[in-house]
T-cell receptor, first 112, second 114 residues
Framework: NAGVTQTPKFQVLKTGQSMTLQCAQD?????MSWYRQDPGMGLRLIHY???????DQGEVPNGYNVSRSTTEDFPLRLLSAAPSQTSVYFC???????????FGPGTRLTVT | GQQVMQIPQYQHVQEGEDFTTYCNSS?????IQWYKQRPGGHPVFLIQ?????EVKKQKRLTFQFGEAKKNSSLHITATQTTDVGTYFC??????????????FGKGTLLTVNP
């Protein structure tokens, strides 16, 4: 099993550009989520999904969109990048009955 | 909203000393989890505590969940250089059925002087 994969590993955007961070898992997990990690701030939940076709907002959803068309994939879209979105983004997945999160390797995003 | 406070933010120890990090939630939790993140890496699940007053051990690591299910601690005995990293607690709030959220503490960065 590949586990949770994320692409790209690194990305530099200019303010106002849009892009999609990809996340995929091959463990048949129902629950998938996106976090951002900033120095001294821990991990903050952006959006999450408990199954295909179901998404909900986390703590810091503004400026981000998600969709869940399949169990495996959970892309995160930045609509119009801003310097405040410079961060490391982690995707995670789990079964909804165990809650144990499996994290991807992360995407380091810089917005100039 | 739910808040999870974690202290200390940083801890530097000599190899062989003990280490403890504490976690407090503003609300009663369903479960609490602990993760370790090595520098440059991603968080890795260590353990989950579910029951009030629960204590679990993993080799030199001891995890406790408070009686009120609002606080938790991680204690490492006789630290080693391999223990270096940031330790996060994460409170699980179950909203019903399969809907739940994790709220992470800000983490404790442990450095160990050999």
């Amino acid at each position: 099993n590949a586990g949770v994969t994320q692409t790209p590993k690194f990305q530099v955007l200019k303010t106002g550009q849009s892009m999609t961070l990809q996340c995929a898992q091959d463990m048949n997990h129902e629950y998938m989520s996106w976090y951002r990690q900033d120095p001294g701030m821990g991990l903050r939940l952006i959006h999450y999904s408990v199954g295909a076709g179901i998404t909900d907002q986390g703590e810091v959803p503004n400026g981000y969109n998600v969709s869940r068309s399949t169990t495996e994939d959970f892309p995160l879209r930045l609509l119009s990048a801003a310097p405040s979105q410079t961060s490391v983004y982690f995707c995670a997945s789990s079964y909804t009955t165990t809650y144990e999160q499996y994290f991807g390797p992360g995407t380091r995003l810089t917005v100039t | 909203g739910q808040q999870v406070m974690q202290i200390p933010q940083y801890q530097h120890v000599q190899e062989g000393e003990d280490f403890t990090t504490y976690c407090n939630s503003s609300t009663t939790l369903s479960n609490i989890q602990w993760y370790k993140q090595r520098p440059g890496g991603h968080p890795v699940f260590l353990i989950q505590l579910v029951k009030s007053g629960e204590v679990k051990k993993q080799k030199r690591l001891t995890f406790q969940f408070g009686e009120a299910k609002k606080n938790s601690s991680l204690h490492i005995t006789a630290t080693q250089t391999t223990d270096v990293g940031t330790y996060f607690c994460a409170g699980v709030m179950n909203s019903g059925g399969s809907n739940y959220k994790l709220t992470f503490g800000k983490g404790t960065l442990l450095t160990v002087n050999p």
